[in-house]
């Protein structure tokens, strides 16, 4: 009876929770949260199509940087003026000023690229460690939603099934470097050809990577354990 009770004030407390019985649908619901809908996803691309547009039309790499700086500024000033979340929009401002600074520092276009390179590696690397440790990353989506950040970890199906998705997740980082970075150390300006292999293997390759995720989810229905107080 307790515990009963116990489940209800959690429910109470965060109605999110209630909202999903299965594994596989707090996953999805959780990725699209992640990854802002398709709204978020074109945000983050609007800046790189700006600055790639213009530099490579007029080779100018000051007013390229202008461009996708102010192309961010006016997505957040439309969020702002629509009062909804401004996060997708802020993250891709901060992604295209430090961008800017690396180019605008060495005077290459290319170096603007340099950073998203990085982070994808960065990325790519974390999530291949968790998977290898057996503390696969996606697995703490279903932390969010339970209650309790370690409990999936139990539940041997439910590791395997967030390794795959952490798979998952992590090919478009790993195939953005595998293809990105050796254009970017070729001789000569790339910038020409990693501004639409970035926008190529942005959100359309984040979309197939969902996708993907999505289609194993719809294959199961793994209930979900909620932890709380007794």
């Not at 691309?45 to 500024?73: H, R, S």
Request: hydrophobic content about 50%.
């Amino acid at each position: 009876m307790e515990a009963n009770q116990g489940h209800g004030a959690n429910t109470e407390a965060d109605p999110d929770r209630a909202a999903h019985d299965t594994v596989e649908a707090a996953v999805r619901a959780q990725l699209n949260k992640a990854l802002g809908g398709v709204r978020g996803m074109v945000e983050a691309a609007v800046p790189t199509i700006g600055f790639t547009g213009t530099y490579v039309a007029t080779k100018d790499i000051k007013l390229a940087v202008g461009t996708g700086v102010g192309a961010a500024v006016l997505l957040l000033v439309i969020r702002i003026a629509q009062r909804s979340n401004p996060q997708f929009v802020l993250n891709s401002l901060v992604g295209i000023a430090v961008a800017a600074f690396f180019a605008l520092r060495s005077g290459k276009a290319e170096d603007a690229f340099l950073p998203g390179i990085l982070l994808n590696a960065g990325y790519a690397a974390a999530m291949l460690f968790s998977i290898v440790v057996r503390w696969p990353l996606v697995g703490f989506i279903i932390g969010t939603v339970t209650g309790d950040p370690t409990a999936w970890r139990r539940d041997p199906g439910i590791v395997r099934l967030c390794s795959r998705l952490t798979w998952l997740l992590m090919l478009p980082c790993a195939v953005r470097v595998a293809v990105q970075y050796p254009i970017y150390l070729a001789d000569g300006d790339q910038s020409g050809l990693l501004g639409p292999a970035k926008i190529v293997m942005g959100w359309p390759l984040q979309v197939a990577a969902l996708a993907a995720m999505v289609w194993l989810l719809a294959r199961g229905r793994t209930p979900i354990e909620r932890g709380g107080p007794a």
